[in-house]
C-alpha cells in the first residue's frame, strides 16, 4: 500500500511538472491547452492505479484460493521403491529423492507454487503418519481399498504397475500357482501381501522393504517374492542368479496420493493430477522412468 501511495505521488508531481512545462512552450497560455493536458495526465494516472490494484488483487487471488502457494509441504514417501521412490546421494554427500512418484508430486506442488519436504519411513508407517498429523499426505503408490478409504481420501488413480515373482535360476515360478505350498516374501503392508496369501498352501513372509525381500530369495530363505516388476528389473541388474517373471495388470493394484480426510491440499492436488494425465504430462513423466512393458493402459 505504501508503495502504492508514492507511486501515485511521483506521478502526480510529473504530470504536473508536464502541464508547466507544456504552458512554457506554448507561448499562448490559453486555458483550452492546459485543460487538455490536464485530461490526459488524469487518464494516465487513473490507468496506473487500475493496473496497480489490479496487479495486488491477483496477488491476493492466488493466496487466497492456492493452499500449497508459499508453503514447504511434508509428504511421505518410502525409499525402498525403485524405480518410483529412493534415494541418491549427491557429490557433496547429501540425500536426494528421485523416482517417478518423487518428480510427480514434485511437479504438482510447484505448478501451484509450493516446495516439498520429503520424508523418508516404511511404506507400513505412512497411513499412521498421515493420520498423526506428521506428513500433510504421501507421495503414491497407495492403492486406495476399501479399509484404507475409511480413513483416508485418495487422488485419482494414476499408475497401475506390474508385479513380478523374482526366483533364483532354474526354478521357473512363472505364474502364481507355480508357488503352491511355497515359501513366498513379500513387503509388509502393501498389496503383495494379498497376492502372495492367494496363493494354495503358500508360506507367505512379509519383509521390509522390496531389497529384504531380494535378499531373502538369493539367501535361500525364500523360494521367490513378489514385488513390483519396474523395480524387481533394477534389482535384477545388480544381482546376479536372479530371474523374473511378470504378472498380469491387476485393476485392484493402483497407485494413489493418500491425503488425511478434509485436507486443505486435496481438491488443488487432485485438480492438477487430472489436468496433467488430460494434457499428456503426466505420461511424458512416467515414460521418463519406466519401459513401454511397465506402461499400462
Do not use: W
Not at 498429523?133 to 504397475?161: H, N, V, W
Amino acid at each position: 500500500m505504501r508503495r502504492m501511495i508514492m507511486k501515485k505521488i511521483a506521478l502526480t508531481l510529473l504530470t504536473a511538472l508536464t502541464v508547466s512545462v507544456l504552458a512554457g512552450c506554448s507561448g499562448s497560455g490559453t486555458p483550452a491547452e492546459t485543460p487538455a493536458a490536464g485530461t490526459e495526465a488524469a487518464e494516465t494516472t487513473a490507468a496506473a492505479e487500475e493496473t496497480e490494484a489490479g496487479t495486488e488483487g491477483e496477488e491476493a487471488e492466488v493466496s487466497a484460493d492456492n493452499p500449497f502457494n508459499g508453503k514447504t509441504v511434508k509428504v511421505g514417501c518410502s525409499s525402498t521403491f525403485v524405480p518410483f521412490e529412493s534415494i541418491e546421494m549427491d557429490a557433496k554427500g547429501n540425500k536426494t529423492y528421485v523416482g517417478m512418484n518423487i518428480d510427480i508430486v514434485t511437479e504438482i506442488v510447484e505448478k501451484n507454487g509450493g516446495t516439498v519436504e520429503f520424508q523418508d519411513m516404511p511404506f507400513k508407517s505412512l497411513t499412521a503418519a498421515i493420520q498423526a498429523g506428521q506428513i500433510d499426505f504421501c507421495s503414491g503408490g497407495m492403492a486406495p481399498t476399501e479399509e484404507r478409504q475409511k480413513t483416508l481420501d485418495f487422488s485419482e488413480i494414476f499408475f497401475y504397475p506390474r508385479n513380478g515373482i523374482v526366483y533364483r535360476e532354474g526354478d521357473n515360478y512363472t505364474t502364481l500357482d507355480s508357488l503352491a505350498g511355497k515359501t513366498v516374501a513379500y513387503v509388509f503392508g502393501t498389496n503383495y501381501q494379498q497376492v502372495a496369501e492367494s496363493i494354495e498352501g503358500v508360506n507367505a513372509v512379509g519383509i521390509q522393504g522390496s531389497p529384504a525381500c531380494i535378499e531373502e530369495v538369493k539367501s535361500k530363505r525364500a523360494d521367490a517374492c513378489i514385488i513390483d516388476g519396474a523395480g524387481a528389473v533394477e534389482f535384477l541388474k545388480q544381482n546376479t542368479g536372479l530371474e523374473l517373471s511378470l504378472l498380469d495388470k491387476n485393476e485392484a493394484d493402483c497407485f494413489a496420493i493418500g491425503f488425511p480426510k478434509d485436507s486443505p491440499y486435496y481438491e488443488t492436488f487432485n485438480n492438477t493430477l487430472k489436468e496433467m494425465m488430460e494434457n499428456g504430462e503426466l505420461d511424458e513423466i512416467i515414460t521418463e522412468h519406466l519401459s513401454e512393458e511397465f506402461i499400462a493402459d
